[in-house]
């Protein structure tokens, strides 16, 4: 029986590969925060209680699963509080991974390490977003800042030295189990809207683009990751473009709550049958489109691991839909 450390087990992306990896007959251990929501944890992980800023904590983990494979899920990806303090999310998104590999190559070293990397890493181009895309170097963002530093100083470091390490690039994806991003707001606002319980969807720019995939489909291609003869970096994405008006009326439509668009940019606003505001474009979320959307190209987890997305972004939508109204 393969054992698997999957930090981060409490989130989306963990929860998922929790799921995955104990189907296939696995001994999962999952780090988890002593207060986190563990409604997503399936039955059967055994679940490792700390803090991932500890480096105690990180080494007694790693001690105590001893694992033939690691799955980095753990860190701070909320942007805010990424800003609020950029050493903590340095210390955690940066420091962590290489306490965590150092540890495991000491415990095992045929350990297999697969870290959680992130597109906010790349410059966005003309073209879509492939493993060697420029890096944006000069990036004030502490999350960015602190992914790239994990991939250059670790992952890449560790694996010219002949350890298995990869870094999984992941685009934005998302489920019902992910509560904080823009769909979900979409989405949970409409439908409490419909049930009477709001006024109004306030938005940023509606024209920004995305690309979305299902979280679920993504844990698949990771764990593929770790299972091939040489370890490699991929960009794992949909290679599609979809719009936040797209999102908000696939969800409006499923809710049969058909909304009709008036005015441009920051002046946007869409009513409802009754002629009723149901969403409005807010000055204070409102950022510009960007020049180039980010979008990813797959055609390495293509070619080597013979996978691509099974759920399209209208059915990832719909199916959040359907999850919180039922």
Not at 69 to 74: A, D
Not at 233 to 261: F, K, Y
Request: with cysteine; charged share 25%.
């Amino acid at each position: 029986m393969r054992r698997a450390l999957i930090t981060g087990v409490a989130g989306q992306d963990g929860s998922y590969m929790a799921e995955l990896l104990l189907s296939k007959g696995y001994e999962v251990y999952g780090v988890v925060r002593v207060r986190a929501d563990r409604q997503y944890v399936p039955h059967g992980v055994q679940m490792i209680e700390g803090d991932m800023s500890e480096e105690m904590f990180l080494r007694q983990a790693v001690q105590t699963s001893r694992p033939e494979e690691i799955y980095n899920f753990g860190g701070i990806s909320d942007l805010k509080t990424a800003f609020g303090d950029p050493d903590l999310t340095m210390k955690v998104n940066y420091g962590a991974v290489g306490i965590l590999l150092d540890e495991a190559v000491k415990v095992n070293p045929l350990v297999r390490f697969l870290q959680a990397s992130s597109s906010e890493i790349f410059i966005p181009g003309t073209e879509p977003l492939a493993e060697d895309s420029p890096r944006d170097e000069e990036t004030k963002n502490p999350y960015a800042r602190a992914k790239l530093r994990a991939d250059r100083e670790v992952i890449q470091a560790h694996r010219v030295r002949g350890v298995y390490a990869c870094s999984a690039f992941l685009f934005n994806h998302e489920s019902v189990r992910r509560t904080k991003s823009v769909t979900t707001k979409i989405i949970r606002t409409l439908i409490d809207i419909k049930q009477g319980k709001e006024e109004c969807l306030m938005i940023g720019n509606i024209d920004m683009h995305r690309d979305w995939g299902f979280a679920g489909d993504y844990v698949h291609a990771m764990h593929l990751m770790l299972q091939q003869v040489h370890p490699e970096d991929m960009v794992l994405a949909t290679g599609e473009l979809h719009s936040v008006r797209e999102c908000i009326d696939l969800v409006s439509n499923q809710l049969s709550l058909p909304l009709t668009w008036h005015g441009e940019g920051v002046e946007t606003y869409a009513l409802d049958s009754n002629g009723v505001v149901r969403v409005k474009v807010s000055p204070e979320f409102y950022k510009p489109v960007e020049v180039y959307p980010k979008v990813g190209n797959t055609s390495k987890a293509q070619r080597i691991l013979g996978w691509k997305p099974v759920t399209s972004f209208r059915q990832l939508i719909l199916d959040i839909v359907d999850s919180i109204v039922h």
